[in-house]
């Protein structure tokens, strides 16, 4: 929980960076979401992995 709750506020401290100073988001809205979930789901993968070889 403590991971998401720092994920949450980077990304949010981000996002009112990138608005105070105008800048365009670097992806779509769809690709965000997307990536996002790449990012998720690799480090969760690493870890099934490290569970899997470790035990």
Known sequence: MKEFMLSLVAGWIVGVLFGWLKLPLPA????????ALGILLGAWSIEQLKYVLLH
């Open 28 to 35: 779509p809205p769809l690709m965000r979401f997307v990536g």
